[in-house]
Structures are given as C-alpha cells and as structure tokens.
C-alpha cells in the first residue's frame, strides 16, 4: 500500500486548507485512515481519524469543529478539510493507513505512512 499525501501550503491565520491523501495498492474495507501532525521538537500527534467501512470519525480535541475528515471511496481519498487555522497548527501532516477498522490515536498502531505535506500558518 502507498499513500499520497498533497495539499499543504501556507496560509494565514484564519485560513483553509484542505489536504488529500490517496491510496494505492492492495487494500480492504477494513482499514482506518487517520491524519497526524508533527510540529518541530514535538512528538507526532493524532489530528483525525476514519473507519473506511461505516465512515465513522475521530478527532482531537485540538481541532474540533475546525477539521473535517471526509473519504470518497472510488478514488481511494481521504481528505482533510482544516477551516480556522491558527498559528499553532503548523506543523509536518501525515496520513497514514492501519489494516483494522479501529481508528487508534497512536502512530504506533498504523501500518502505512505517507510522505507528509508541510501546513504552515501565518499570524
């Protein structure tokens, strides 16, 4: 499985963006996609997260009401769609793919990784 992530940019504080991560290969219904940040010095951290089957969604409280995760399954997309961006949103975003429907909030539990697409919020 490879996974494409696209979309990021720079933009200013109160900005959208919306990035998308298309996936390839070999994969099933039963997988969950989620979308982590990494900002510099700090640890990855969960942003979002979608069961494949079902559609159901996850986020952190970081970013609630703000991102929406969304899937259109004939294209093997996920995209996330981040309104009201602040400064402290900048960050490295990954999407990453586990085989399981469970969407888990550590990084360790996926399987596949994205290369990552640079979000940098201006003040």
């Known amino acids: 499985v490879q996974l494409q992530a696209s979309g990021g940019g720079l933009v200013q504080a109160g900005g959208s963006l919306r990035l998308s991560c298309v996936a390839s290969g070999r994969t099933t219904n039963d997988v969950a996609v989620g979308w982590f940040r990494q900002a510099p010095g700090l640890e990855r951290e969960f942003v979002a997260g979608i069961r494949w089957s079902g559609g159901n969604t996850y986020y952190a409280d970081s970013v609630k009401g703000r991102y929406t995760i969304s899937k259109v399954s004939a294209k093997n997309t996920v995209y996330l769609q981040m309104n009201n961006l602040k400064p402290e949103d900048t960050a490295v975003y990954y999407c990453?793919?586990?085989?399981?429907?469970?969407?888990?909030?550590?990084?360790?539990?996926?399987?596949?990784w994205g290369q990552g697409t640079q979000v940098t919020v201006s003040s």
């Open positions: 990453a793919l586990r085989w399981g429907s469970t969407v888990h909030r550590s990084a360790e539990r996926y399987n596949f």
